[in-house]
Nanobody
């Protein structure tokens, strides 16, 4: 069964940190580029960070550069998003995405709320 399962979301105070994980199964994880997207209430889904299949190329949205770090462990079929110095505007549902030339896969999302 093809699956992407996110975890690690929750409620955190401004300035705090969270680490999101996305566990993949049912496909050849190491052949897929992986990304994290987020969607805040009333807003469109936006790309947060992306990493190529071997981890050679990484991109970030300007709004998270210097605060978020994407990484992957192909031996564990898992991609991570380390989020530091969180701000209220980072509040959103965060989605994991896997992409190959022929397939696009989404996780179910995990809620991140930054509030005091």
């Amino acid at each position: 069964q093809v699956q992407l399962v996110e975890s690690g979301g929750g409620l955190v105070q401004p300035g705090g940190s969270l680490r999101l994980s996305c566990a993949a199964s049912g496909f050849t994880f190491s052949s897929y580029a992986m990304s994290w997207y987020r969607q805040a209430p009333g807003k469109e889904r936006e790309l947060v960070a992306a990493i190529t299949s071997a981890g050679a190329i990484i991109n970030y949205a300007d709004s998270v550069k210097g605060r978020f770090t994407i990484s992957r462990d192909n031996s564990k079929n898992t991609v991570y998003l380390q989020m530091n110095s969180l701000k209220p505007e980072d509040t959103a549902v965060y989605y994991c995405h896997a992409a190959s030339w022929t397939r696009s896969l989404w996780g179910q999302g995990t809620q991140v709320t930054v509030s005091s």
